[in-house]
């Protein structure tokens, strides 16, 4: 019992000791007071604070405050020295934390001289203290820890740049988008370039699977950057350091991709550029077919990760593809171990820029149209193919999902037209390309045909709501009817003649719109009907539908207005408004579908238009428009472009 009581004691008293503690580390930040509390306690500044093992001077490091570690570290008893290796339950030591910061190289410094072990302890996922450091992009703390393995031999810095399952520190800056810190890396340790993680992955590959790293903004002609530039020094300063990061990082992405792609031939360990299916065009006949996975050079089986010019055009990384072709032009022959070419790939996760970048190659193209896949698949048939995880980029309905892939399909069969008999090619599972598309989208129509006729149900409703409303105040005109003539008393003021006028195209559209939605439900909703005839009606009739409501609106303005100069009441005002609230409701619940699909397809339009017209490098200033706004919405700035 006395024990037991002792043990509840001195728990009692470590607790308070952990809180005071943990308070005047992390609350007050009073520093006097943490080297006061670390004196009382047996361990000094390694005493265990968290209930995740951390030591003080973990969490000190981890607030990045280096002044307070280097003193703890003064006062630290030699016999405490041999507890510097201290791990908490990640596996990170003291010396793992202080690698996510370039502000703490002196406690990196003075942690090596004091425990010069820690260098090679490994953390729960097998990084290392300059494995971490790369981790997070911290470029100071990564020369100086790595300076410390200059005498090493390649051999023995391997431990310290991989982590347990093959990552190295370039594969996971890359991972980790520090590409300064990659390109750095790539610099120093050239023979990381090569070296696979372990999923049999380059650096190069990893990078050619983010086309997000080449969103950056474009070099810009001489004249165009120096305006630019001068627009950016007049925004906020926020704004200016968020545009120069990302100007920094599109750099050094582009940089890090030039270099890698000249040191990289994967694209050389190409597969046979025989077809392995033969071709077949009759019905009838043997259905098997050879699917041999071989390289073009000899006749041995291998397994290996697809190239990076794949592996870009897979992720829509065109950046990647042009850069890779301007090195290595003969890359674009590569063929991967099912046959396929680029343009299979391609077309297969509906890269549409890449396809029309391929398309223009003439010589090669023709070799590529020709060139069927160990499956007895022709380019044409992988329209009817798709990624098992696509996702359309613009969340639609499905039956605008199904017009993207008709015409996706008409495109690539425009480029076929030089080769009929592959139109009637049939694959390894006797689909021809037509068959296997139709197939493949089969469930896809089925949706359509469903969302098709709820939403032409649903907007027909609110076009006869529309036009019942319309035609009901034809007959209740403002201000009555003069009894002993006949017409409308307010007949000669303007606004008259703009209701009268608006309630008249209201009715009118929102009629049309009636007929154009309804002629949807009497199709008979074949798969090519979905190309151009519903969508098309569908928008025709959300266009109708958005001018009979502006219309409509426009009418009730001009009403408000003629009652306000009759001096009708406002209760009746109030009244009419209140009324207007359902169909503007029901309308604006099916105005997205119209502005996401005619809308966007028109500012697309107008856009390529506009690249037509005007230089690239114009185009480019419409990305900081908003800086022109801020500069005249902000008194701070007071500054114009000169």
């Known amino acids: 019992m006395y024990s037991l009581m002792c043990s509840s004691t001195d728990d009692l008293e470590k607790h308070k000791i952990n809180s005071e503690l943990y308070d005047a580390l992390m609350m007050r930040e009073d520093e006097k007071k943490v080297i006061e509390l670390c004196r009382k306690v047996p361990d000094h500044a390694l005493h265990i604070l968290t209930v995740h093992d951390d030591t003080v001077i973990h969490m000190a490091v981890y607030s990045k405050k280096s002044d307070l570690v280097l003193k703890l570290l003064d006062e630290l008893p030699d016999m405490y020295l041999d507890k510097m290796t201290r791990q908490n339950q990640a596996g990170n030591t003291i010396l793992h934390e202080t690698a996510t910061s370039n502000h703490a190289l002196p406690v990196a410094d003075k942690v090596l001289r004091t425990a010069p072990g820690l260098l090679g302890m490994r953390n729960n996922n097998g990084e290392t203290a300059l494995f971490r450091s790369a981790r997070y992009g911290k470029s100071e703390i990564f020369n100086f820890l790595a300076g410390k393995l200059s005498g090493y031999d390649q051999a023995s810095k391997m431990p310290f740049l991989q982590r347990t399952d093959k990552t190295s520190v370039l594969h996971m800056s890359i991972l980790a988008e520090h590409y300064d810190v990659a390109l750095q890396i790539a610099n120093d340790y050239k023979y990381l370039i090569g070296e696979k993680d ?3 992955m380059t650096a190069l590959q990893l990078l050619a699977c983010k086309p997000e790293a080449f969103n950056g903004r474009r070099e810009q002609g001489f004249f165009f950057s120096k305006l630019i530039h001068r627009v950016i020094r007049s925004c906020s300063s926020a704004l200016r350091e968020e545009i120069k990061k990302e100007e920094e990082k599109y750099k050094a992405a582009v940089e890090l991709a030039e270099f890698l792609i000249k040191r990289d031939t994967s694209w050389e360990l190409s597969f046979t550029i025989q077809d392995q299916s033969r071709p077949r065009i009759h019905k009838y006949g043997s259905s098997s077919g050879a699917s041999v996975r071989e390289k073009g050079s000899g006749g041995e089986v291998v397994e290996s990760a697809e190239s990076a010019l794949f592996l870009a055009t897979k992720s829509g990384c065109i950046e990647m593809v ?4 301007k090195v290595y032009p003969q890359a ?3 063929i991967d171990d099912e046959g396929r070419n680029i343009l299979h790939v391609a077309i297969k996760y509906r890269q549409l820029e890449i396809f029309e970048y391929v398309k223009h190659m003439e010589v090669p193209m023709m070799r590529f149209i020709r060139k069927i896949d160990n499956n007895g698949n022709t380019v044409l048939h992988m329209t009817g193919i798709k990624r098992s995880d696509y996702v359309p980029e613009k969340m639609e309905g499905p039956a605008l999902v199904l017009q993207e892939e008709l015409l996706w399909f008409e495109r690539v069969k425009k480029v076929m037209e030089s080769m009929p008999h592959f139109m009637t090619h049939q694959n390894n ?26 939403t032409v149900e649903g907007c027909s409703v609110v076009a006869v709501l529309i036009a019942t409303v319309a035609f009901a105040a034809i007959y209740t005109v403002p201000g009555g009817i003069n009894e002993s003539t006949g017409k409308p008393v307010l007949i000669n003021h303007p606004f008259f003649a703009v209701f009268t006028v608006t309630d008249v195209l209201s009715l009118t559209c929102s009629l049309t719109s009636v007929v154009t939605l309804l002629s949807i439900l009497s199709s008979p909703f074949r798969l090519q009907d979905f190309k151009h005839s519903l969508p098309d009606n569908l928008m025709v009739g959300f266009t109708f539908l958005f001018l009979s409501v502006v219309m409509m609106m426009v009418a009730f303005a001009a009403t408000i207005l003629l009652m306000i ?5 406002w209760t009746k005002i109030m009244l009419y408004t209140f009324s207007f609230v359902p169909v503007g409701i029901f309308s604006l619940t099916y105005f997205p579908v119209y502005i996401k699909k005619s809308l966007e397809r028109a500012g697309e339009y107008f856009c390529d ?4 017209l005007i230089p690239q490098s114009l185009l480019s200033l419409f990305k900081y428009i908003s800086c022109f706004s801020i500069c005249a919405r902000d008194p701070a700035t007071g500054s114009s472009i000169p």
Do not use: P, V
């Not at 100069?565 to 009441?569: C, G, L, V, W």
């Open 565 to 569: 100069k009759n001096k009708e009441s």
């Open 429 to 454: 599972m006797r689909f021809t390309a037509d068959g296997l598309f139709a197939f493949a989208n089969n469930d896809l129509r089925l949706l359509s045909i469903e969302w098709l006729k709820h």
């Open 332 to 334: 674009i022959e590569y």
């Open 609 to 612: 238009m506009l690249k037509q």
């Open 322 to 325: 042009k850069r890779i072709l």
């Open 198 to 200: 372990a999923d049999d």
